[in-house]
Nanobody, 122 residues
Framework: QLQASGGGLVQAGDSLRLSCAAS????????MAWFRQAPGKEREFVAA????????DYGDSVKGRFAISRDIAKNTVYLQMNSLKPEDTAVYYC?????????????????WGQGTLVTVSS
């Protein structure tokens, strides 16, 4: 199970950190990702990291502003979001897959959290 938290209402230019606590049964090796979905839009890939955080990948719209990291001991993955823009407004979901590799397509992840809302005002 994945539990996302940390969303809220912020102003453009502000920072916010999302957390996703994972309690995954079975394999302890799993890749983690963040996706987001704005009203009326498709769910979009935001960021992903391998099980030890050694490799990361970012969507083009957030590259250079967002950073994904994980604390293996706490089974938690974070999404640090800086220089937020109104277009970053969305429900953010964390997801996991029992694999060493990371992918951008949402079908590659079989475990999803409930989502946390981020609203960025201009």
């Amino acid at each position: 199970q994945l539990q996302a938290s940390g969303g809220g209402l912020v102003q453009a230019g502000d920072s916010l950190r999302l957390s996703c606590a994972a309690s995954v049964r079975g394999s302890s090796v799993y890749a983690m990702a963040w996706f987001r979905q704005a009203p009326g839009k498709e769910r979009e890939f935001v960021a992903a990291c391998t099980w030890n955080g050694g490799r990361t990948d970012y969507g083009d719209s957030v590259k250079g502003r967002f950073a994904i990291s994980r604390d293996i001991a706490k089974n938690t993955v974070y999404l640090q979001m800086n220089s937020l823009k109104p277009e970053d407004t969305a429900v953010y979901y964390c997801a996991s897959r029992a694999a060493l590799t990371i992918v951008r397509n949402r079908s590659g992840y079989n475990n999803w959290g409930q989502g946390t809302l981020v609203t960025v005002s201009s």
